[in-house]
């Protein structure tokens, strides 16, 4: 028994040995693992210079971030001139806002215009409602030979203008008929005696009689006329 426990030992001292040698081939293992470890640093230099790449890569988005940043200052620059150009374009909106006062007020001018037109237009070819006169036939017609007077004078520098006359000799004696610019004759016509319908008559252009002055009717001989006159007043 003792023998053979001897035999262990020493095949586990052989054992030892080898484990010995084991460690030996682990040492050089170890020196094999060192190895790989020296490789692998090596692999960790190139990683510090890929770190360091992607260091380089780091500063060049830092650049990449910097020019981003001046492109936003540039936008915001242009943002600046934008403003510049919308403060440009509010001028010119102002501007637009001048004239389309100025339009307005054209506008206006035109609206009173268009109103002045529109009146002469549908009534009278000269002048718009304000500036006409009209004169109707006394009562029983003019059964004289003195003037009756049809328009007073206007004021100094602004005439008397005739556009129309209707006239009818409902007596039995056969007349003329004067239209007079103060005592001056400027139209004459006969008319014969009982007229049942009378004459109506378009002066264009219209008669014009003196400034300041009067218009007067009257007839040759004593009869019965009726004589209605329209006009308006002008310099």
């Known amino acids: 028994m003792i023998s053979n426990q001897s035999s262990q030992t020493t095949a ?11 460690n030996t081939t682990v040492g050089t293992g170890n ?29 060049k988005l830092d650049i990449l971030a910097t020019n981003q940043v001046t492109q936003t200052t540039s936008i915001g620059t242009t943002n600046n001139k934008l403003d510049a150009v919308n403060t440009s374009v509010g001028t010119t909106n102002t501007n637009t806002a001048t004239i389309n006062t100025t339009l307005t007020s054209t506008n206006t001018k035109l ?3 268009n109103t002045t037109l529109g009146s002469t237009l549908s009534v009278r070819p000269y002048v718009n409602y304000s500036d006409s006169w009209y004169y109707a036939a006394v009562s029983g017609g003019i059964t004289t030979t003195l003037p009756t ?4 004078a206007a004021s ?26 103060g005592t001056t ?6 008319v014969v005696a009982g007229t049942a319908d009378g004459v109506s008559i378009r002066f264009d252009p219209p008669l014009r009689g003196t400034a300041a002055t009067a218009i007067n009717v009257q007839c040759s001989n004593a009869s019965i006329v009726y004589a209605n006159l329209q006009g308006f007043i002008a310099p």
């Open 12 to 22: 586990i001292g052989s054992t030892n040995t080898k484990l010995d040698t084991l």
């Open 31 to 59: 020196s094999s693992l060192a190895t790989i470890q020296t490789n692998t640093a090596g692999t960790n230099s190139k990683l510090d210079t890929v770190n360091t790449n992607i260091g380089s890569s780091n500063t």
């Open 111 to 113: 609206d009173t215009i």
């Open 149 to 152: 007077v049809a328009k007073a």
């Open 156 to 181: 100094a520098g602004i005439r008397n203008y005739i556009t129309g006359l209707q006239v009818r000799n409902a007596g039995a004696t056969q007349t003329e008929v004067l239209i007079l610019d």
């Open 185 to 190: 004759v400027i139209w004459r016509s006969q």
